[in-house]
């Protein structure tokens, strides 16, 4: 079992930059996968960034050389950096886990998995 809380969200001016990060308690001997979500007011969740347990990662096309997900080890927070942001970044940002023997490992796809954080709210201005 794992419990997610995520962090780091605020406002940034379009252009700046944010980091969010999210804990990770319970088991932490695990190396999960990981992924981080959006979804914005009046839109469906979208998938944003993943993680495998061997730091391979995935983008969504949105956020391709403006975002970097990472995470050093299993004890470490998982972390989003994102820069050059946009208005239409602007969204309640989720983490989420996956047990690495998964075969949706890297899925953008909120429901692939098993356990799911609370947001944190990113707004930004133009």
């Known amino acids: 079992q794992v419990h997610l809380v995520a962090s780091g969200g605020g406002s940034v001016q379009s252009g700046g930059s944010l980091r969010l990060s999210c804990v990770a308690s319970g088991d932490t001997h695990t190396r999960y996968c990981m992924g981080w979500f959006r979804q914005a007011p009046g839109k469906e969740r979208e998938g944003v960034a993943a993680?495998?347990?061997?730091?391979?990662?995935a983008y969504a096309e949105s956020v391709k050389g403006r975002f970097t997900i990472s995470q050093d080890n299993a004890k470490s927070p998982l972390l989003l950096q994102m820069n050059a942001m946009k208005p239409e970044d602007t969204a309640m940002y989720y983490c989420a886990a996956l047990p690495p023997s998964s075969a949706d490992c890297l899925s953008l796809r909120f429901y692939d998995y098993h356990y799911r954080g609370q947001g944190t709210q990113v707004t930004v201005s133009s």
């Open positions: 993680i495998d347990s061997y730091g391979v990662t």
